[in-house]
């Protein structure tokens, strides 16, 4: 299995924090922490790399990330780590993990997050800028709960848990600080699907049959791309702006191979062959 790299301190420079691996077109990020996958600046440093990994490999389609273990997708921050840094310190950490988000977010690839145990406080952040989310049923619980410890969700949480439930349900959700399960996380709009499966690894691999759908040749991996980026981008701006926006990314994708090949397809009435141009 290839993993990512970067540059980290001496102490924690051996040891891979996102594991990193492609299957038919699929990027695999597995968060890898024992025992909580709980996330450092080291490990947002790991994600980072591995998103501008997949970014630049020509042969992903599509992003998976998913937890290690059969107990945790991620515990969010880790505490212990939090409560030796001083203030300035804590806010840089927070300034990078927003930033690694972001390029996660914005990466004109989708995203599928498979959580494939608990999903609190900062796990559910960056569960949350992913673009679609698969959960295992029964497997954990999801939350912001960081009211308990007189702080925010400080990773994207009040922001992007207002896009999902709107504002007056994100409110009560992050001031009770209760985590509830993948069900109700559902009915909430939190997360797409939820599966079930005897294992983590039976869980992971209908993830990534469903993440196949969305790669070459069977998909127009260049309009999902596009479809994503009208979608990210098109939310934060009027809607005389998105719109524009929205036609711009549709001329491009008009003056594609992927468009021509689609159309003349549909007219011979056989299957598409995509190459992502």
């Known amino acids: 299995?290839?993993?990512?790299?970067?540059?980290?301190?001496?102490?924690?420079?051996?040891?891979?924090?996102?594991?990193?691996?492609?299957?038919d077109g699929v990027a695999i990020f597995t968060l890898d922490d024992p025992p909580a996958n709980t996330y450092t600046h080291?490990?947002?440093?790991?994600?980072?790399?591995?998103?501008?990994?997949?970014?630049f490999d020509p042969s992903v389609d599509v992003i998976v990330i998913t937890g290690q273990g059969?107990?945790?997708f991620c515990a969010g921050a880790n505490i212990n780590m939090l409560q030796k840094a001083d203030p300035t310190w804590k806010y840089y950490f927070c300034l990078h993990a927003n930033e690694t988000l972001l390029r996660?977010?914005?990466?004109?690839?989708?995203?599928?997050?498979?959580l494939n145990g608990h999903t609190v406080g900062g796990g559910l952040e960056i569960a949350m800028a992913a673009d679609l989310r698969i959960a295992r049923r029964g497997a954990g619980k999801v939350g912001l709960p960081e009211v308990a410890l007189g702080v925010l969700p400080g990773t994207g949480g009040t922001q992007r848990l207002t896009k999902l439930v709107g504002t007056s349900r994100a409110i009560e959700l992050m001031v009770e600080g209760r985590n509830f399960d993948f069900d109700e996380a559902q009915q909430l709009g939190i997360v797409n699907r939820v599966v079930d499966a005897d294992s983590r690894d039976a869980f992971l691999e209908q993830v990534l049959e469903y993440a196949r759908q969305f790669t070459r040749p069977g998909k127009a991996t260049f309009a999902v791309g596009n479809i994503k980026r009208s979608c990210q981008s098109g939310a934060e701006l009027p809607l005389e702006q998105g719109l524009a926006l929205e036609r711009e990314l549709q001329a491009l994708?008009?003056?594609s191979a992927d468009a021509k090949e689609g159309l003349t397809a549909y007219v011979e009435k056989r299957p598409a062959q995509f190459t992502g141009k």
């Open 70 to 72: 059969e107990k945790f």
């Open 42 to 55: 080291e490990m947002m440093r790991h994600l980072d790399e591995a998103i501008l990994r997949a970014r």
């Open 104 to 114: 996660l977010e914005h990466t004109p690839k989708l995203v599928i997050a498979a």
């Open 1 to 23: 299995m290839a993993t990512v790299t970067s540059e980290t301190p001496t102490e924690t420079a051996a040891r891979t924090l996102v594991q990193y691996e492609v299957r």
């Open 253 to 255: 994708l008009f003056n």
